[in-house]
């Protein structure tokens, strides 16, 4: 069966870089998007950016855009997200997701159309 595991995550200081990936494997894997989530107590799942997968076109939220650079190498099943100028509220565990529809014609937002996750990552950034 298809899992995703990601990697990369870490205790980093404010300014500092990580980055993260995210490898597929156990079948073909042929989604039609892939995300990176992050999740803080108290808070909902947010959506930090998305790729779709054959054509590779991005989104990013506003919160780090700028910041973090989505990426993935389709050869090797892995996705990737480049975190740079890391803010203490950056702090959060880390997830990467697949979806397998659009919405809207395009990648979509809201993790409940996302139904193949990984187990997480913590990121921490200390000031």
């Known amino acids: 069966q298809l899992q995703l595991v990601e990697s990369g995550g870490g205790l980093v200081q404010a300014g500092g870089s990580l980055r993260l990936s995210c490898a597929a494997s156990?079948?073909?894997?042929?989604?039609?998007?892939l995300g990176w989530f992050r999740q803080t107590p108290g808070k909902e799942r947010e959506l930090v950016a998305a790729?779709?997968?054959?054509?590779?076109?991005?989104y990013d939220a506003d919160s780090v855009k700028g910041r973090f650079t989505i990426s993935r190498d389709s050869a090797k099943n892995t996705l990737y997200l480049q975190m740079n100028s890391l803010e203490p509220e950056d702090t959060a565990v880390y997830y990467c997701?697949?979806?397998?529809?659009?919405?809207?014609?395009?990648?979509?937002?809201?993790?409940?159309?996302?139904?193949?996750w990984g187990q997480g990552t913590q990121v921490t950034v200390s000031s």
């Open positions: 156990g079948d073909t894997f042929s989604p039609y998007a």
């Open positions: 997701a697949a979806s397998f529809h659009m919405c809207s014609g395009y990648v979509c937002y809201e993790s409940e159309h996302y139904p193949l």
């Open positions: 790729i779709s997968w054959i054509g590779g076109g991005t």
